[in-house]
């Protein structure tokens, strides 16, 4: 079906002819007059990026987790004015591959710990290069129908997992970010947009949750950051206390948004009793799942994340715990009208793509307009794997941070500092019976860390717990083995005993 008028194909007449390209003496690489390429060339420079890429990921065990540089060491390497002539693809290629890509933290390198790493599996990584290949814009359905439609196959995957009703919508997003902002700002105006909007999190939630308010307008002392207890859950009468003084001194509570995984902890809120909360008070419950939230998809992570089928909006990020190539975001909502009536505009341009009654555009869901087909990256991996294969990776996460949580609690130097929940193991040197002071217990850490940093592959970060340093291991990555683990574990225990012992660090 073409819904576009007759006549619009006269324009292709004049399309130049594509330029052949000449073989360049010196390199044997073709050099182009202007922006296209020979056939034989794509595929010669095409091959030469998946070996590249290939050997990358083989050698990565061999490799440290981390690598980067100093700025002025890149930028002497790197900056320069944009060259008025090319030079061979292949040199560029190179360059990019030796000089500019490795600089980087190895974020699926089996041993990367830090943050939250994960491996995208190949499927996901060609998903990609697909997607640019046909240079799809996702936006309407009218640009994009096929690709329309695979994201509401996703989407609707994704909806079943979480336990939604049928109807629930959403859209792919850049990432968790961006999906609390579409959240926020859904809540923000199916509640009115009222004066003085209050929204309430935990002091564990992520950075980009109270960012993602401010964007959406709401002031800075109008949002809450509710204690959380001592499993690093949001504390339940505490968040009660302070909307109802909210509500005493003319704010507008609109919003809660609860965490399905902390990033330092990997913690999970009182999902249900949030959820019985917000309904009593009249708010909407967004829940940040975008760490912890594919858990889902096993058994125990069901069980872990109860309730989050009861929240308005749920963001998800596929980039993280479901092994996929960064930017696989996701906003679900339970009534997909709050994010069309937030969204949806007129425009006199985009006026033609209006077709049919049952043709959604994701560009009236969210933020962009453009936007790629992120949704290919995950079908293909499902397709080419299955779901049992995503749900025995998934699993692996949980069951290597439960058996590192035993190797900590068994160690006479090492303290656990969290109950693991979804694959995050957060723990600190500190011998028992040794009564070390919290000020010397915090500078063995950060020198423990520095040494983890420098001498040995495995990169892991540390975290703040209710004030106190913590190091901290996420292990989600499909590609770790218990023994990456453990002699992770092992090399912090050899370097605690040694800041110890030389007792740099006690005085
Ligand atoms: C719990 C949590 N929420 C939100 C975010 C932000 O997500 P993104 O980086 O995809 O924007 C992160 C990122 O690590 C996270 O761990």
């Keep these: 079906m073409k819904p576009l008028v007759d006549g619009c194909d006269e324009d292709r007449a004049s399309s130049p002819d594509l330029m052949e390209g000449e073989p360049d003496a010196g390199t044997g690489a073709h050099v182009t007059e202007d922006l296209q390429m020979p056939r034989e060339h794509m595929l010669d420079l095409g091959q030469k990026v998946l070996d590249l890429v290939v050997q990358r990921i083989e050698s990565l065990p061999g490799k440290n987790a981390w690598e980067g540089e100093f700025r002025q060491v890149l930028e002497e390497q ?35 710990f830090a943050f939250v790493p994960s491996s995208p599996t190949w499927p996901g990584i060609l998903a990609d290069f697909m997607a640019a290949g046909h240079h799809i814009n996702q936006c309407t359905w009218l640009v994009a129908s096929g690709p329309s439609q695979l994201e509401l196959v996703v989407l609707d995957w994704f909806r079943q997992w979480i336990g939604y009703p049928e109807g629930a919508g959403g859209l792919f997003t850049s990432g968790g970010s961006a999906a609390s902002v579409d959240a926020f700002f859904a809540a923000r105006e199916s ?103 594919f858990a889902v998809v096993t058994e125990q992570g069901k069980r872990r994340l109860r309730g989050i089928e009861r929240a308005d909006s749920v963001g998800l990020d596929a980039h993280k715990w479901f092994f996929q190539p960064y930017e696989a975001g996701c906003l679900l909502v339970k009534d997909e009208n709050t994010l069309k009536d937030a969204f949806t505009m007129g425009t006199d341009v985009l006026q033609d793509t209006i077709w049919g009654a049952n043709h959604p555009n994701f560009s009236d869901l969210g933020l962009q307009l453009s936007r790629s087909v992120r949704a290919l990256k995950v079908w293909m991996s499902v397709q080419t794997f299955g779901m049992a294969a995503f749900r025995r990776a998934v699993a692996k996460g949980m069951e290597l941070s439960g058996r590192a949580e035993t190797y900590v609690r068994e160690s006479p130097i090492l303290e656990a500092m969290n109950v693991v929940t979804l694959g995050i193991v957060c ?48 292990i989600i990555n499909h590609t770790t083995t218990w023994d990456d683990v453990r002699e992770t574990l092992e090399a912090v225990e050899r370097f605690g005993n040694e800041t110890l012992t030389k007792g740099d660090a006690l005085v």
């Design 427 to 474: 723990f600190r040197i500190n011998p028992a019976d040794d009564g070390l002071d919290e000020a010397v217990l915090d500078k063995v850490n950060r020198t423990v860390l520095a040494r983890m940093f420098w001498d040995d592959p495995a990169f892991m970060s540390s975290t703040t717990l209710h004030g106190v340093f913590a190091l901290r291991m996420c």
């Design 78 to 112: 790197l900056m320069e004015d944009a060259p008025e002539e090319g030079r061979p693809a292949l040199d560029v290629i190179e360059q990019v591959a030796n000089e500019v890509l490795p600089w980087a933290t190895r974020l699926d390198h089996p041993r990367c």
């Design 191 to 293: 509640a009115g947009h009222p004066e003085r909007a209050t929204v309430y999190m935990s002091d564990q939630s992520h950075s980009a949750l109270p960012r993602a308010a401010r964007v959406v307008g709401i002031r800075r002392e109008c949002i809450r950051m509710v204690p959380s207890d001592e499993f690093f859950r949001m504390d339940m009468d505490a968040l009660a206390r302070a909307v109802a003084s909210d509500r005493d001194s003319g704010l507008a509570p609109i919003v809660v948004a609860a965490n399905a995984g902390t990033a330092s902890t990997g913690s999970v809120d009182r999902l249900e009793e949030l959820a019985d909360f917000c309904a009593v008070e009249g708010l909407w419950l967004h829940v940040d799942a975008a760490y912890g939230g």
